[in-house]
């Protein structure tokens, strides 16, 4: 029967309640996390080394710079750092995909 279910919830001792919605939380938003994360690391492995010019592949790290001061340049002022698996070198890239140096110009 509905109703002594629902009841039966609201005489639940009120940390056991708590409990059930942190855990439920916990289900629905890790593998939201995971996802988006593989999905920006998807997306990523395509672009090439501007050395070598060879796909970045999958990383196994993923890293961001950002600019933390304010600059009268335009932006992009964050972005991902991709490690080239053939050259062992870092470099730092606009989100849409285009290099820029230290202090996040375009190179
Ligand atoms: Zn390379």
């Not at 395509?46 to 790290?61: N, R, S, V, Y």
Request: proline share 9%.
């Amino acid at each position: 029967m509905m109703p002594e279910k629902i009841g039966a919830y609201a005489n639940m001792p009120v940390w056991t309640q708590v409990l059930i919605a942190i855990v439920g939380a916990t289900i629905t938003i890790v593998p939201l996390l995971v996802w988006s994360d593989k999905r920006v690391n998807r997306k990523h492995q395509h672009w090439l080394c501007p050395d070598c010019k060879k796909p970045f592949g999958i990383q196994e790290q993923y890293r961001f710079w950002a600019i933390k001061h304010k600059r009268l340049s335009t932006p992009p002022s964050r972005g991902p750092i991709l490690r080239c698996p053939h050259c062992q070198k870092d470099f730092a890239f606009s989100p849409d995909g285009r290099q820029v140096d230290e202090d996040g110009n375009f190179v």
